[in-house]
């Protein structure tokens, strides 16, 4: 049982790496919800295609904490609660939960590369997604305070591409998709950092399990659980 | 050609009314792209599926300028402004115009309604979308405060919803797709708020206009541009 979590992981890691969406199932009791996830250093045109017309949920980007700390990106939930005093319709409906996650949501800043248009095409997104990747690889090779001025360099804010800030310790605090498909990149030496999309079905519900593992076979894509990922991360970070 | 233009808009009114989508070019020289819109009022589950699989962008709903002001929402681009003495990062990617606009993002907060579990299925958008503009409609009835206090009980925030803040006075200060739309809803007599999503085509670009008029002619909706409605609204509002 041990060796076909790592064969998944492992076909998963080579699938990343090849620049290749990957199929990953949370948990069940969780949200329930399957993300098509691309590392996203090699997120194309093409790669933002077919999420949006394979998977249909929000097409967004990770942020690993140490990136986001050189970046200093806010939580979303701490911009909004720190504008309450402001804007009073903020205090109440403040989201500090989900129905399935005792966890703040891992929502941050919505961004545009400063070379897009209108910044929502193919074409747009793939830029920002990219760029993005880019500065996350090079944010942990400076000092403090370049990353903060890089990011205001290359992109604008409101944008299209929501960033996702992944918890600290990423799967050993939180084991959203945020987390998970982090820690697959990471341990696939990739810049760590993954560009994710949940999977909707045709009645209105996310696609069930069943579902997204039949899509996987008949894709040829890896199908992995949440559960798969944080065994191999305690083996890897271990 | 003035019969022609009020005949255009009158269908698309129509269209509006049963809740049909419609197709609405900008212009030439802004955007270039045509969003799908329908009536927030009666988006369905099925609505939703249809705006991400034969639109594509980002499914956003638009907030006319009057309901903005009973609910105290914030443009998204005054928040990021406001918390940049606490957030350095936030100083300068802020984005107060984009390439095509001299005036702000229109983006406000993104929400999702209380009863919602993950937010993001098209049955959880739909809810969200459908009760925002029952509230809309509500707010405009009710004394000040009264928005503020409901949108809280009902709605989280981040959610999977952005919110779009309409210009005052609409298309006389504004013309994105967000003025347009909610201009046509108001005209039919509808909740002044429309679900709106940026049409793609499978080059990586938006659909060209000449892609969106076949395309419309192909699903026999009604194909607009933007300045059919400034027209229609001059009349209409003066």
């Known amino acids: 049982m041990q060796e076909t ?8 890691i080579e699938a990343l790496r090849r620049g290749e969406p990957i199929l990953l199932y949370d948990a069940d009791g969780r949200e329930e919800e399957t993300d098509m996830a691309i590392a996203s250093e090699f997120v194309t045109p093409d790669a933002i295609r077919t999420l949006r017309k394979e998977a249909g949920g929000l097409i967004c980007t990770t942020v690993p ?3 986001r700390d050189r970046m200093g990106l806010p939580f979303l939930s701490q911009l909004l609660g720190e504008a309450a005093a402001l804007h009073p319709v903020l205090a109440r409906p403040l989201a500090t ?3 399935y996650d005792p966890v703040a949501s891992p929502f941050s800043i919505t961004i545009n590369h400063r070379d897009t248009r209108t910044g929502v095409t193919d074409r747009d997104r793939a830029l920002t997604v990219s760029r993005f990747a880019q ?3 090079e944010a942990l090779r400076h000092e403090n305070g370049w990353a903060i001025e890089a990011l205001g360099r290359e992109f604008r804010s409101p944008g299209h591409v929501p960033l996702l800030n992944a918890a600290d310790g990423l799967v050993a605090r ?3 998709h945020t987390e998970l498909t982090t820690a697959l990149v990471t341990m696939a030496g990739l810049i760590p950092s993954a560009t994710i999309c949940e999977m909707m079905a045709d009645d209105g519900r996310a696609l069930s399990k069943e579902d997204a593992k039949e899509y996987a076979e008949a894709k040829n894509l890896v199908f992995l659980e949440g559960q798969d990922v944080i065994e191999a991360w305690r083996a890897w970070s271990g």
Chains 1, 2 share one sequence.
């Open 5 to 12: 979590v790592t064969a998944a992981v492992q076909r998963a």
């Open 65 to 67: 904490s140490e990136a």
């Open 97 to 99: 939960a989900a129905p």
């Open 135 to 137: 500065l996350v690889g």
């Open 174 to 176: 939180r084991r959203g």
